[in-house]
C-alpha cells in the first residue's frame, strides 16, 4: 500500500534552517508528482511547493520563494524540503502528499512532521 | 489569485440528515482543478472528490460533489458518525478556509 512518511521537523530559531524528508513506499515513486503541504496549528492548509516527477519542474508559493527548496531523489524513493531563513509564521506541522499533475489533487498524505519556529 | 471562500463556516446536523457544503470560487475556474477533501482531529486530510465529481478511491457513495463555474458543492447523502470532520476545497494550489461539521 502507498505509504509516504515524512522526517525531520523539530525546534528551531528564527533565521535558522531545517531539512524534512518523505519516505515513500508502495508505488513507482518516479512516476508521480509530489508535493509540501503546511497546517499553522488551528489553522488551514497552505500549498508549500510541488515538483514534476523528473524533478524538472518546480513551484513555491510566493510565501516560501527564495527560503525553501523542494527536490527529490527517485533512486531512494525520497522527496525532502531543505527550508532556511526560518520565521515564527512557517510553524506548522508539514505534510508530503502524492500529487496529480492534471487539477494538483493529492491522494495519499503523509502524517505530517511538526516544525516549530521559537527563540 | 484564486480565492475560494467555503461556507458554512460550521454546519451542524445530526446523523442521517443530508449535509450540503459549498465552495465559491473568486473567478471561474476548471472543473478538473476542483477537489474536496476531509480532516479529523490529529490526522491527515483525505481525499473525497476529483475533479469537481469523481470519488477517490475507497470512498463512500454517500459522497459526491457538482458545479461548475465559480460555484462547487460537496453533498453527503446520509450521515453517518464518522462524517463529522473539517472539509477543505481546492482548487490547483489554493484551499478554502475549510467547513466543520459538527454533531447537533
Known amino acids: 500500500q502507498v505509504q509516504l512518511v515524512e522526517s525531520g521537523g523539530g525546534l528551531v530559531k528564527p533565521g535558522g534552517s531545517l531539512r524534512l524528508s518523505c519516505a515513500a513506499s508502495g508505488f513507482t515513486f518516479s512516476d508521480y508528482y509530489m508535493s509540501w503541504i503546511r497546517q499553522a496549528p488551528g489553522k488551514g492548509l497552505e500549498w508549500v511547493s510541488y515538483i514534476s516527477s523528473s524533478g524538472s519542474t518546480i513551484y513555491y508559493a510566493d510565501s516560501v520563494k527564495g527560503r525553501f527548496t523542494i527536490s527529490r531523489d527517485n533512486a531512494k524513493n525520497s522527496l525532502y524540503l531543505q527550508m532556511n531563513s526560518l520565521r515564527a509564521e512557517d510553524t506548522a506541522v508539514y505534510y508530503c502528499a502524492r500529487t496529480f499533475p492534471i487539477g494538483y489533487s493529492h491522494d495519499y498524505w503523509g502524517q505530517g512532521t511538526l516544525v516549530t519556529v521559537s527563540s | 489569485e484564486i480565492v475560494l471562500t467555503q461556507s458554512p463556516g460550521t454546519l451542524s446536523l445530526s446523523p442521517g440528515e443530508r449535509a450540503t457544503l459549498s465552495c465559491r470560487a473568486s473567478?471561474?475556474?476548471?472543473?478538473?482543478?476542483l477537489a474536496w477533501y476531509q480532516q479529523k482531529p490529529g490526522q491527515a486530510p483525505r481525499l473525497l472528490i476529483y475533479?469537481?465529481?469523481s470519488r477517490a478511491t475507497g470512498i463512500p457513495d454517500r459522497f459526491s460533489g457538482s458545479g461548475s463555474g465559480t460555484d462547487f458543492t460537496l453533498t453527503i447523502s446520509r450521515l453517518e458518525p464518522e462524517d463529522f470532520a473539517v472539509y477543505y476545497c481546492q482548487q490547483g494550489h489554493t484551499f478554502g478556509q475549510g467547513t466543520k461539521l459538527e454533531i447537533k
Open positions: 473567478q471561474s475556474v476548471s472543473s478538473s482543478y
Open positions: 475533479g469537481a465529481s
